[in-house]
């Protein structure tokens, strides 16, 4: 059973730092995309940062990130090479940046889209608020 676990998420003041963590367990494939989403109350559900994983027993290693232009610069996506964890370090937080923030599983390629509709396997999301 693929699982996905968040965590890191709370409340900061704006200009402050978070870093969000996303266990994986159940899953190994040889190649395939991590992503963070986030959705804030009553707004879509938007892509954030992407990563292309690949597995090459026993480790892990990635190639390739992608961000949404609202966080270029702020925010940094990377994994773990021995182990399938996921993290979003965020830096300079505004407060558009509040929202419940989501870990995500492509079986394939990260896609250009950012279509949550192409991601199979879901965390359960963890909130994150920054305050002005």
């Known amino acids: 059973q693929v699982r996905l676990v968040e965590s890191g998420g709370g409340s900061v003041q704006a200009g402050g730092s978070l870093r969000l963590s996303c266990a994986v367990s159940g899953y190994k494939q040889l190649r395939y995309c991590l992503a963070w989403f986030r959705q804030a109350p009553g707004k879509e559900r938007e892509g954030v940062a992407t990563i292309a994983t690949f597995y090459n027993t026993p480790y892990y290693s990635s190639s390739g990130t992608f961000y949404a232009d609202s966080v270029k610069g702020r925010f940094t996506i990377s994994q773990d090479n021995n182990k399938p964890s996921l993290y979003l370090e965020m830096s300079n937080l505004l407060p558009e940046d509040s929202a419940m923030y989501y870990c995500?599983?492509?079986?394939?390629?990260?896609?250009?889209?950012?279509?949550?509709?192409?991601?199979?396997?879901w965390g359960q999301g963890i909130q994150v608020a920054v305050s002005s």
């Open positions: 995500a599983i492509n079986e394939y390629d990260c896609p250009s889209t950012w279509s949550p509709a192409e991601f199979r396997y």
